[in-house]
Each structure stands twice: as C-alpha cells, then as structure tokens.
C-alpha cells in the first residue's frame, strides 16, 4: 500500500526574479520535506540569496509560486544585533515583554552556549559568539523552516568546525526544515540531507547525501560526492570549496 509523502514545508513552482534585463531566478522549482535540511551551492550572482530572500519573503517582487511556514526565521552571515540593545534584548526582540518570552531566550541561548552573556552588549562578544546570538534569536521563535544565508561565512576555520557541530545538534532537537546557502562544497556535505546547485538561475543538480553521520571529509564516499558536485560548479576537483 502507497504512504503519504512527507508533508512539505517549502513548495515553490517557477521562480522568477529579474533585475532589470538580468534575470536572476529562470523559473526555480523545489520542495523540501518538514525537517529535512537542504544545502543550496552555486556560484557568485548564480540566485543563491535571492531565492532565499524569496522564500523568506523579503523581496515581494517575484513571480511564480511560493509556500512556506508561517513561523520562519533568517540568520545571515552579519549576525545583525542591535548594538544598543543588550543580548537578551536582541533574542527577544519583536517578541512579547513578558516572562515566557524571556524565559525561552534564556533557554534558547543556554542551547547555543552563550547564557552567561545574556546581559552583556553585542560590541563584546566573538564573531562565533555573536553568531551563535543570532541562531538563539531564530530558535526562540520556533521556526518550523531556518533560513541560512552563509551564517558562518565571516568566521574562523575552527569557529565554523564548532559552529557546524552545532547547528547539527540543534536542527536533530528542533526539526525545522532548513535552507543552508553557502559556498562552501565541504559544509554542505557536512551538513546536508541533500545538496541544490543553482546555475543560471535554475537549479542544475538536486542530489541527495546518503552518507553516514557524523562526516568525514577523508571518506572515499565524501570525496566522491564533493568531485561530482566541484564538476557541477566547473571548478577544479582538487579544490575543497566552490567560488
């Protein structure tokens, strides 16, 4: 007897996005399953964080079909605090003053490691420190999708190996589904349930990363799978990243 397919939490059909005379989005169609966690790669100007702007709805001004959750958040390569605010503050910001709301911002950044700086100011803090402010602010909401524009982008070699741990640890207690955009072949290996090349604004490879958890880069089968996804980018397979 058939089953039901995984309820979806994205489902977008023919995206389109244009910039003038230089169409960015070619009519992008993809679905990601509730929990499931997607990496998207593509070159430099290839739509990678215009797609995402689409589905977090922060460019109204693109054409084809988009269904996404209510309950989403963005994290962004600047952790974008307010640096007049306090860490606390900055979680909870655009939620409910009240003590349930500062109660899970407590808890949220207790799940990132960084509760003991709940009342110090932004200016203070690590890049990984700040950045693990902003993951905190996405949880507090909830979300049942996690939008990921190149979070670790800024950091550190070891901070992004902490980092990568990390976010693995979270997204197996939450669930949302989650976007990841990154240049980085590696970290989308790394991280990913499958792994979306976007070229010229279409998506040229949707494949999905049937490896073991936890990864390791010096695997036969990681190696392979980041030779075939170097190729659909045109890069060398000697590099470790996409451009």
């Known amino acids: 007897m058939a089953t039901d397919p995984a309820p979806r939490a994205v489902i977008a059909h023919d995206v389109r996005k244009s910039f003038g005379d230089d169409q960015v989005l070619s009519g992008v169609n993809l679905e990601i ?8 790669l593509g070159r430099s100007g290839s739509g990678k964080s215009t797609f ?7 460019d109204s001004e693109v054409d084809g079909y988009i269904r996404v959750p209510a309950k989403q958040a963005i994290v962004f390569q600047d952790p974008r605090l307010l640096p007049w605010q306090k860490v606390l503050t900055n979680v909870t910001i655009g939620l409910p003053a009240n003590a349930e709301t500062k109660a899970k911002a407590i808890a949220a950044l207790g799940e990132v490691n960084v509760a003991s700086k709940a009342k110090v100011w932004p200016r203070t803090l690590s890049g990984g420190e700040a950045q693990r402010v902003a993951l905190a602010r996405a949880l507090v909401r909830e979300p049942e999708l996690l939008l990921l524009d190149e979070p670790f982008g800024a950091l550190d070699a070891l901070t992004r190996i902490k980092m990568h741990g990390l976010l693995q640890e979270l ?4 669930l949302p589904a989650v976007l990841l955009v990154t240049h980085d072949v590696d ?3 790394l991280l990913a349930d499958r792994v979306i090349v976007l070229t010229d604004g279409t998506i040229s490879l949707d494949a ?13 089968e990681f190696v392979t799978v980041r030779k075939r996804l170097l190729r659909e980018l045109g890069v060398s397979e000697e590099s470790p990243a996409a451009p």
């Open 52 to 58: 995402l702007r689409a589905l977090g709805a922060l």
């Open 33 to 40: 399953a509730a929990g499931e966690f997607v990496a998207l």
């Open 208 to 220: 999905a990363v049937d490896l073991p958890r936890p990864r390791s880069r010096d695997t036969t």
């Open 187 to 189: 970290e989308a290996i």
């Open 171 to 174: 997204h197996g207690r939450h």
